[in-house]
Nanobody, 116 residues
């Protein structure tokens, strides 16, 4: 079955960096676009970035452009989110997502807290 496992979250000071990872299994990883979403307390889940299966095309939400970079290593079945210049408003649970065979699968999420 499809599984997505995120890692790499934690507590970081404003201006700091983190790299999130999401390992996928149960599907042909390189064939499918992958997405990162986030959900802050009391807010709806929102798209952060996505990347095509071959990694050639990416898309970012306006609020992270120039600060975050999505990438993937299909040899490792892993998608990454490099987050730089973090702000307190980036505090959220970050999820990866794949849409596979007309179903949507989510990881369990990883907490990112930006605070001094």
């Amino acid at each position: 079955q499809v599984q997505l496992v995120e890692s790499g979250g934690g507590l970081v000071q404003p201006g700091g960096s983190l790299r999130l990872s999401c390992a996928g299994s149960g599907f042909t990883f390189s064939t499918y676009a992958m997405s990162w979403y986030r959900q802050a307390p009391g807010k709806e889940r929102e798209l952060v970035a996505d990347i095509t299966g071959d990694g050639r095309s990416t898309n970012y939400a306006a609020f992270v452009k120039g600060r975050f970079t999505i990438s993937r290593d299909n040899g490792k079945n892993t998608v990454y989110l490099q987050m730089n210049s973090l702000k307190p408003e980036d505090t959220a649970v970050y999820f990866c997502k794949v849409r596979y065979l007309f179903s949507t699968y989510w990881g369990q999420g990883t907490q990112v807290t930006v605070s001094s």
